[in-house]
């Protein structure tokens, strides 16, 4: 990806997510259009090798991939996220 695309998407990403909670939901939509199935704390998941995430209080989400070897090996990726923005003071 080009350096100016990055920036755009980029960008594009921050004007949407402008709290954690929109932050999340765009996320969430990013997931979703790109295979991944939501899962929800209160219902049993019933897993496979497949793409998954969990939201949790609205602003907190985590990914994940099964992989169809997983019991022979496994990574965890981990970010944080908090308010895409900047905050200035006086």
């Given at each position: 990806m080009k350096?100016?695309?990055?920036?755009?998407?980029?960008?594009?990403?921050?004007?949407?997510?402008?709290?954690s909670f929109t932050c999340i939901d765009s996320i969430r939509e990013q997931l979703i259009n790109?295979?991944?199935?939501?899962?929800y704390e209160n219902e049993e998941w019933n897993l496979n090798s497949s793409k998954y995430?969990?939201?949790?209080?609205?602003?907190?989400?985590?990914?994940?991939?099964?992989?169809?070897n997983y019991e022979e090996r496994f990574n965890i990726i981990c970010a944080h996220s908090d308010t895409p923005g900047f905050n200035l003071k006086p």
């Amino acid at each position: 990806m080009k350096k100016k695309d990055f920036n755009s998407e980029l960008f594009d990403f921050i004007d949407v997510a402008n709290c954690s909670f929109t932050c999340i939901d765009s996320i969430r939509e990013q997931l979703i259009n790109n295979g991944y199935t939501e899962l929800y704390e209160n219902e049993e998941w019933n897993l496979n090798s497949s793409k998954y995430f969990v939201i949790r209080n609205d602003a907190s989400i985590i990914a994940f991939n099964i992989g169809k070897n997983y019991e022979e090996r496994f990574n965890i990726i981990c970010a944080h996220s908090d308010t895409p923005g900047f905050n200035l003071k006086p």
